[in-house]
Structures are given as C-alpha cells and as structure tokens.
C-alpha cells in the first residue's frame, strides 16, 4: 500500500496499544499495519491523542506493542529482546523530538560526538553539523544557539549514527514558523542526500506537503493513506 513500487523496510503489522489509566483502559493505536519503503518521507498527522506518538515510540523500540509485530528488514524487532532492542535503537534509529535534549555543558561538537563514539562507522561528527548548516556554530555551548540551531543539532546527533530509520516527533512544535520551515529543509536534505527512510509526526497539516506519503491517524487508527502527487519544498510551505 502506497509505496510505490519501493521494497518494504519496515512493516507494521496488526499493531494493538492500550494503556491502563486507573479503571479506565485508553486505546491509544488499534489494529494498525503499514508497510514503509525504504528512503520514504513519511508525515504522520492527527490530532492530539490519536497515537502518533505511540506508534513512532514503538517502531523506534521505545515500547512494545500488546499485540502485533514491528519487523525491520526482516527482523521482528519485538522479538529481539532487551538486548536486540537496544543494538535496534542505537545502530538503526535517529530520533528527533519537539525539544533537543542537548548536554548545556557540551558543545554542538561534543554533543554530537557523544553520540558518534557509541557506533561503528559513523560520519564524523563535524560532517554531521556541516550537513546541517552549522559547520560555523561547532564549539558553541546550547545557550549560545537558537532554539532552530538546537534544533539542527539535535539532528545532526541523530544523522551522525548514519541511523537507517529517521523518527522525528513533532520537531518543529517549539519553533517559530520561519525557523520550522529551516528545520524541516534540513530533514528534507538529510532524507534527499542520505536516503535515510524518515518518519515525522506533525499535527500540522501543512507540512505533509513536502512528504512522499501522508498517513493520518484518528483514535488510534489509520483513516488516510495517501501519496503526494506533487512533493514541495519545506521552504515552499506555508501555514
Ligand atoms: N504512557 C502512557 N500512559 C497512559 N496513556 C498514554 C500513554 N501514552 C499515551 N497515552 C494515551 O494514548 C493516547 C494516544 O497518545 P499519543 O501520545 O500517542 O497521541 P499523539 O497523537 O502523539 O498526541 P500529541 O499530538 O498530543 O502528542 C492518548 O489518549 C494518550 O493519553
């Protein structure tokens, strides 16, 4: 479904979460199956609460799902184990979230390269911040940058590990508008230049205009999956 002719990378199959709120049981993603091809530029919208959140933490390994597998190339990633998971989480996935979680006494540098020296083969870590437009702001600390500069560091750490998988929840939802629209060309290059398979949550419906595909969720399920006929460029985008 949808994937134009691209071999699956990541399929999701029958996916099922509930959470336990006191007495009450929240139904957070029902039955949902999705195939992802391999370099897509995937938005995923929906109002808050539709699951968005809870469907990335589970492709990204972060939780598991009550019923239903998540295979990455092949692998079922739910049953890997802790460890399997773990090896999952560093070696294939980037995430980028709503705020950077940046070490304040690291530099853009240093925050980078902690993450760089975890894996095998990575880009160096100055490449990583060339690649998003910060080859100049390296040895600033996270106060000296803007939130968008935080922003694009907080990708450049998630570029870095050369991750197969790009999980960016809401990445744009502290910024303002024209330093959003920078962050989102940076994800747009990163999948445009790295071919890295890319998943961004937004509820803003706007910006699945620059996506290969636009999955929407509504309680828990998928109630749209379509291709873009025509991408445009984050810088072209307007909300
Ligand atoms: N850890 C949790 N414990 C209890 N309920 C949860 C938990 N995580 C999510 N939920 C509930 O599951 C539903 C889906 O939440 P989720 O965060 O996936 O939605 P979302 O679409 O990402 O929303 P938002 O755009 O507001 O982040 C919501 O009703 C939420 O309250």
Not at 30 to 53: C, E, R
Not at 162 to 186: I, Q
Request: charged share 20%; proline share 4%; net charge negative.
């Amino acid at each position: 479904m949808a994937l134009g002719g691209v071999p699956p990378v990541l399929m999701i199959d029958r996916v099922s979460k509930s959470y336990l709120m006191g007495e009450v049981t929240v139904k957070a993603l029902h039955d949902i199956s999705l195939d992802f091809g391999a370099g897509q530029l995937v938005v995923l919208l929906g109002a808050s609460g539709s699951g968005k959140s809870t469907l990335l933490n589970i492709v990204g390994g972060l939780d598991v799902p009550d019923s239903g597998t998540v295979s990455f190339k092949g692998l079922n990633i739910n049953a890997a184990g802790e460890a399997g998971l773990t090896e999952y989480r560093r070696r294939s996935i980037g995430f980028v979230f709503q705020f950077y979680n940046l070490i304040s006494s690291l530099s853009a540098l240093e925050n980078v390269q902690l993450v760089t020296e975890l894996v095998e083969n990575p880009m160096p870590a100055a490449e990583a911040l060339e690649l998003v437009g910060l080859g100049d702001r390296m040895n600033h600390f996270p106060s000296q940058l803007s939130g968008g500069e935080q922003q694009r560091v907080a990708i450049a750490r998630a570029v870095a590990k050369r991750p197969e998988l790009l999980l960016c929840d809401e990445p744009t939802g502290a910024l303002d508008y024209s330093t959003g629209k920078l962050v989102l060309e940076v994800i747009e290059k990163v999948n445009r230049e790295l071919g890295t398979t890319t998943l961004v949550i937004t509820h803003n419906v706007s910006i699945s205009g620059m996506a290969d595909r636009v999955i929407t969720l509504r309680s828990g399920e998928v109630v749209e999956d379509r291709r873009n006929a025509k991408k445009v460029s984050p810088s072209e985008l307007s909300w």
